[in-house]
């Protein structure tokens, strides 16, 4: 059982909270209590209430307390996200303008694959036999035709009949004017025991096919949301636990009754976390950004920080369905400890992007699996040791691993089990390599100028590697690396968005018309918030030049200058795109977001003192076999330095110093690794 880890606090972060992440193989915890930061990590469960509950036991019992004595519980989930994945949602009907049935099915005209005369696109999350139409047109300049109510009830009827679980509302035109939408929505409401999104609650953005895709997965997810959150609470009520915040997609956390009204906002609330959390433990200072690493067990997850704040967008995709919402900018891979090797047709090598998840997991953790993992070429390249107890209690099998590695070597024509797990290390990072290049170089940024933040269980043991490809001088790794997204929970900010479509030139626009729509959107999400007068509101606007069909997002001052943001989007656009130019700025969304800062747990690291623990043989790229030191990172002092090639052992994570690289235990117990002749 992990012990819980010594730690100094400020007085003035001495509440006991407890931050639990749900990911696809392990559920991690983490728990602020006096002078103490503990944590748990257990196998993720079927219902992951389940696993949340014996996560925050086990912390408990390890820190000497009771669940009742916990004065906060902030949570990110994959339960939508999961369902999205899985197309496990409930089962939905979709009502829109008469005509407009088939906007899910059309879509936009790019292609998954250009070249590809097979590819097919997803099915949409409402098929047509579930789709209706109402008789009704609002345009851009307002309403036309209004709704009859009494066809909204006979349609309610028809609705009842298909045993439908949620319904999506999403007419034509409803961000310029809600008025017929609100009808519809409220009237099947009236009408129907299931959940009713409407597109102007939901996203009061233009964009048709957006906007629908976007309300039909808030209704596809909310039931199995509404379920999953108010059993949660039930359960922690029972056991005398505060009711869980949850964590957004944008990196704040919100209320349960929120979340269970938006639940579309869950969306890859864990990713965020880790996110939230880097940027909480991790000072930037002397370099242009960090670029966030978070390899789990199925997935790897990139994100970028900047000026203390992490990247957001409103253009992302979950299996295929458009979401529009503001989620931290994260691009996940397929290439975690547990994807899975293979040969394809023709004889290549892969990586993922199938995982052996927690159960039965990769061969090694002895628990079934047959195919070879990440984790497994790991254990063969030395990285992991057979006495390495991973989550502080696993055991693992050695000769299993190899066993599995040496059918992989034959399957593919290699020399040994080490030769193929060589492939699988190198094939997987190129994987992330690639990902890292998509938000850094493919976005105008150069990862040289960024520092690389590690974490997830496996994110240390590949981080140096992508380095060195990257050409990236330092890599960061905190000191809660196998549960970060767990911390960055502790960390988060109370937050909420909102948005509404205006469309107009920004050369020829009344300032009092956008200060109008700004004073409508503040009072939205201050509204949301549990203490507006904390809270702090940041406004910002969707603009683009005459003529284009994307948008840059751009911050606005608390009163509307228009040549700032004139100045501002040119030096969006230049940075994205290498140019400016001289055409009309268009101004499409005004956005608001409303935060609550939350008290971050300020983590102190002792360091026992006795850390070596031994050496074994690693593996490394270039490099060959190393006789390798293997340190108990937890008993490193501050102030340490370790050159490589070594090895630091967690509970939860483990941290790869290659050859050529030296890291040092800074005063909270973060690691700071560097190439070496360069300067930390």
Request: glycine share 10%; net charge negative.
């Amino acid at each position: 059982m992990t012990e819980p880890h010594d730690t100094e606090r400020d007085a003035s972060t001495t509440a006991t909270r407890v931050g639990v992440d749900v990911g696809g193989t392990f559920t991690d915890v983490t728990l602020s209590v006096d002078d103490r930061l503990v944590t748990a990590k257990v196998p993720t469960t079927d219902d992951q209430s389940v696993g949340v509950l014996e996560g925050i036991a086990k912390a408990c019992e390890q820190a000497g307390i009771v669940p009742s004595d916990l004065e906060t519980f902030a949570h990110a989930m994959t339960v939508s996200v999961n369902a999205l994945l899985e197309r496990g949602g409930a089962k939905t009907a979709l009502v829109t303008t008469d005509g407009f049935r088939d906007v899910l099915e059309i879509g936009r005209q790019d292609r998954p694959d250009l070249y590809d005369l097979e590819a097919e696109k997803p099915e949409p999350l409402v098929p047509r036999r579930r789709r209706f139409e109402i008789d009704e047109r609002t345009t851009g300049g307002g309403v036309e035709r209004s709704v009859d109510p009494d066809e909204v009830r006979e349609l309610a009827e028809t609705v009842r009949e298909r045993d439908v679980e949620a319904v999506a509302v999403s007419l034509l035109h409803a961000y310029a004017d809600p008025e017929n939408e609100r009808v519809v929505a409220e009237t099947l409401r009236d009408e129907l025991e299931v959940p009713v999104s409407a597109s102007h609650e939901v996203l009061a953005e233009f964009r048709e096919y957006e906007r629908t895709s976007t309300t039909a997965a808030d209704a596809y997810v909310r039931p199995v949301i509404e379920g999953y959150v108010g059993r949660l609470v039930e359960e922690a009520r029972s056991e005398g636990i505060p009711e869980p915040r949850i964590m957004q997609a944008n990196g704040g956390i919100a209320d349960p009754e929120t979340v269970r009204t938006r639940a579309v906002t869950t969306a890859m609330s864990g990713p965020a976390a880790g996110v939230v959390g880097a940027a909480a433990t991790v000072d930037d200072e002397g370099v242009d950004g960090l670029v966030t690493f978070d390899m789990g067990g199925t997935s790897s997850d990139v994100s970028l920080v900047r000026d203390g704040e992490a990247e957001r967008t409103t253009d992302s995709e979950i299996a295929g369905v458009p979401i529009r919402t503001p989620m931290v900018d994260v691009t996940t891979v397929g290439a975690g400890g547990g994807s899975i090797a293979w040969i394809d047709a023709g004889g290549a090598l892969r990586v993922g992007p199938r995982s052996a998840g927690a159960q039965p997991g990769p061969v090694c953790y002895d628990r079934g699996g047959t195919e070879p993992t990440v984790t497994d070429a790991n254990v063969v390249l030395g990285y992991i040791g057979s006495e390495t107890a991973l989550g502080g209690e696993m055991t693992l099998d050695v000769e299993a691993a190899y066993g599995a590695l040496e059918d992989l070597a034959d399957e593919a024509g290699l020399e040994d089990a080490l030769e193929a797990a060589r492939g699988v290390y190198r094939v997987a990072n190129a994987t992330m390599t690639r990902a890292i290049r998509s938000v850094t170089v493919e976005r105008g940024y150069d990862p040289r100028a960024f520092a690389l933040v590690a974490f997830g269980g496996a994110g240390p043991m590949h981080a140096a590697a992508l380095a060195e490809a990257l050409e990236i001088d330092r890599v960061i790794v905190p000191r809660p690396s196998g549960v970060l997204s767990a911390f960055g929970l502790l960390a988060a900010d109370e937050s909420y968005d909102a948005v509404r479509t205006v469309s107009v030139d920004l050369s020829t626009v009344e300032r009092a018309h956008l200060e109008d729509v700004y004073a409508d959107l503040v009072a939205d999400v201050l509204a949301d918030t549990s203490d507006p007068d904390a809270a702090v509101v940041e406004r910002a606007a969707d603009c683009r030049y005459a003529g284009q069909s994307f948008e840059l997002t751009v911050s606005v001052d608390e009163s509307v200058d228009v040549g700032a943001v004139a100045e501002r989007f040119h030096a969006a656009h230049e940075r994205a795109y290498g140019y400016r130019m001289d055409e009309e700025i268009e101004i499409v969304n005004l956005r608001a977001t409303a935060t609550v800062e939350g008290d971050e747990p300020v983590v102190r690291h002792a360091g026992e003192g006795g850390a070596l623990l031994g050496t074994r043989e690693a593996h490394f790229p270039g490099v060959g076999a190393r006789e390798t030191t293997v340190y108990d990172r937890d008993r490193l002092e501050s102030g340490t330095t370790v050159s490589g090639p070594a090895i630091l052992e967690q509970a939860e994570s483990t941290t790869v110093i290659p050859p050529m690289w030296a890291g040092e235990v800074l005063e909270d117990g973060t690691l700071t690794m560097t190439r070496e002749g360069v300067e930390q």
